[in-house]
């Protein structure tokens, strides 16, 4: 299957600090979302991309798809403790007509240390 | 607004047993997807459907099968659980093909022992 190389894998930052957080991918995507999970819970949708080089805002949060579509950033400025959690980055490729369903990084663990 | 809604949210079953989890939607979406996120992997499709009576095969299907036989219903059975079925199962549901952002139920956590 397609495969999407999330960075990093974790971060311990102080409160306060700006986050940034990426994915790559070997393939073209035709669309970007990215999602936030919280222990026992599942993923909620954060900020979704569906143009290359679009740039949106959420909050504090900013998200940018690629310009060669094979990749996404995610920024989170000024972090709050609520901002603890798993975020994920989600890509998909739609072919044949019909959607194969989103390919999903394996998360960057975000850590706010006090 | 319930979105989508998974049950059961936990269940434990020995080596060998069936069980089906059933994944509901009130959102009116064509697409429904079934994964499972395990410790270090993401999160992986397993079935997927695109419209009421159809399925299709994700990433790791095997071990499983599907059903929509409503379009707000989609259901994952596990004929003959095996310990490598031990995950969280995660249902979401989008709206089409060109409207992909997709809305995930709170999981399902399997343990076969």
């Known amino acids: 299957g397609q495969q999407l190389n999330q960075s990093p894998q974790s971060m311990f930052i102080q409160e306060g600090e700006d986050v940034s957080m990426n994915c790559t991918s070997s393939?073209?995507?035709?669309?970007w979302l990215w999602y936030k999970q919280d222990p026992g819970e599942g993923p909620v949708l954060l900020i979704a991309l569906y143009k290359a080089g679009e740039l949106t805002s959420n909050g504090r949060l900013t998200a940018q798809f690629g310009i060669t579509r094979k990749d996404s950033f995610l920024n989170i400025s000024a972090s709050i403790p609520s901002d603890v959690g798993i975020y994920f980055c989600a890509g998909q490729q739609v072919s044949g007509g019909g959607a194969d369903g989103l390919t999903f990084g394996k998360g960057t663990h975000l850590i706010i240390q006090p | 607004n319930a979105g989508v809604t998974q049950t059961p949210k936990f269940r434990v079953l020995k080596t060998g047993q069936s069980m089906t989890l059933l994944c509901a939607q009130d959102m009116n979406h064509e697409y429904m997807y079934w994964y499972r996120q395990d410790p270090g992997m993401g999160l992986r499709l397993i079935h997927y459907s695109v419209g009421e009576g159809t399925t299709a095969k994700g990433e790791v299907p095997d071990g499983y099968n599907v059903s929509r036989l409503k379009k707000q219903n989609f259901l994952l059975g596990l004929e003959s659980a095996a310990p490598s079925q031990t995950s969280v199962y995660f249902c979401?549901?989008?709206?089409?093909?060109?409207?992909?952002?997709?809305?995930f139920g709170q999981g399902t956590r399997l343990t076969v022992v």
């Open positions: 393939s073209i995507f035709n669309t």
């Open positions: 979401a549901s989008s709206y089409s093909s060109v409207i992909t952002e997709a809305f």
